[in-house]
């Protein structure tokens, strides 16, 4: 999963640090990031239509909303 992300940011982004979580995913994000706060997370979107982001929930929304820290989110 690394490996692909990298690929995707390749030329435009050098990560500085792979950390793989596991859990609830926004839980687990915000807890990191209010452990390490001087941490700028980079969020992918996928980009599910308002109404499924409203009755499922959506990740980064969650990260963004307690986040301690800078949250970048970028689309698909």
Not at 25 to 31: C, G, W
Not at 67 to 73: F, M, Q
């Amino acid at each position: 999963m690394f490996d692909a992300a990298k690929e995707a940011v390749s030329g435009k982004l050098d990560p500085t640090e792979e950390i793989l979580l596991k859990g609830d995913p926004a839980h687990e994000i915000i807890e990191y990031l209010e452990a390490n706060p001087s941490t700028h997370m980079v969020l992918g979107r996928r980009g599910h239509s308002a109404v499924r982001s409203l009755t499922l929930g959506s990740v980064s929304e969650k990260v963004i909303r307690h986040a301690t820290g800078p949250v970048t989110v970028v689309s698909e």
